[in-house]
């Protein structure tokens, strides 16, 4: 009964210990070498290592450990007591990405990407765009699909000029969602997008934009359909 008991007890200790590990941490120094690094939470410093992989995300695009920054705020999520094996991070990017292009003058440019968007009428932060520094471009254009921003059948074209459509049934570029609640709306994409990309670019240094419908009332639970978007990301020079 006592080894029983010990073990128990121990599994207990190594539960409580992985929560009081676990949460949301500013990043203050990361050593890629060592596969480590420090972050602060409520004003203690806490060093983790992180498994080979470790599954990782920036602004709600799949990422690296080696992309992450000091200052990045980082949700940890542990395998056990000082190993993480999920990394959630939000924060503006201010290096350019292991991947990123030299162009022919030697300046280090963060890379141009072209993606379909599938955007569900029904989630708050749509599809993550991810960090955009001022003078990013986004080029967005209507594919397909219908949706709307209340009742139950999806019937709207949301690139369609009909009046009835309205800006509620539109997409928009905004910010994240925070505690439940939708971001606020930076640009509404107008009607005619599939002959015409519509292009927002970035007024300033943003740590996270997601594309979403602009849905005025705030009911995402309940909004039917999907629309899909080609969109084209294009940093300013650095």
């Known amino acids: 009964?006592?080894?029983?008991?010990?073990?128990?007890?121990s599994l207990l200790a190594c539960t409580?210990?992985?929560?009081?590990?676990?949460?949301?941490?500013?990043?203050a120094q990361i050593d890629l070498k060592a596969g480590t690094f420090s972050a602060k939470l409520n004003g203690q410093v806490r060093t983790f290592r992180v498994r080979p992989a470790v599954e990782t995300t920036i602004n709600?695009?799949?990422?690296t450990f080696e992309e992450l920054e000091p200052g990045m705020k980082v949700k940890v999520t542990l395998a056990e007591p000082g190993?993480?094996?999920?990394?959630?991070?939000?924060g503006l990017r201010t290096l350019p990405s292991p991947s990123a292009a030299k162009t022919?003058?030697?300046?280090?440019?963060?890379?141009?990407?072209?993606?379909?968007?599938?955007?569900?009428?029904?989630?708050?932060?749509?599809?993550?765009?991810?960090?955009?520094?001022?003078?990013?471009?986004i080029s967005i254009q209507y594919v397909s699909g219908k949706w709307k921003h209340d009742g139950h059948i999806a019937q709207w074209n949301p690139d369609s000029d009909e009046?009835?459509?309205?800006?509620?049934?539109?997409?928009?570029?905004?910010?994240?969602?925070?505690?439940?609640?939708?971001?606020d709306v930076l640009a509404i994409v107008p009607a005619g997008s599939s002959k015409r990309p519509f292009i927002y670019e970035a007024?300033?240094?943003?740590?996270?934009?997601?594309?979403?419908?602009?849905?005025d009332d705030g009911s995402f639970g309940g909004n039917p359909g999907n629309t899909e978007w080609n969109v084209k990301i294009i940093p300013p020079a650095r």
């Open 1 to 9: 009964m006592r080894p029983f008991i010990v073990l128990i007890v």
């Open 16 to 27: 409580l210990f992985a929560h009081a590990e676990s949460g949301d941490y500013e990043i």
């Open 60 to 63: 709600g695009i799949k990422g």
């Open 83 to 90: 190993v993480a094996s999920r990394l959630v991070a939000t």
């Open 104 to 137: 022919s003058t030697g300046a280090t440019t963060q890379p141009a990407r072209q993606v379909k968007a599938a955007v569900a009428a029904n989630n708050p932060d749509g599809f993550p765009v991810g960090d955009a520094r001022k003078g990013t471009k």
């Open 163 to 183: 009046p009835k459509v309205g800006d509620a049934n539109r997409l928009c570029v905004s910010l994240p969602a925070s505690d439940g609640k939708a971001g």
């Open 203 to 215: 007024d300033k240094d943003y740590p996270g934009l997601v594309l979403r419908i602009n849905d």
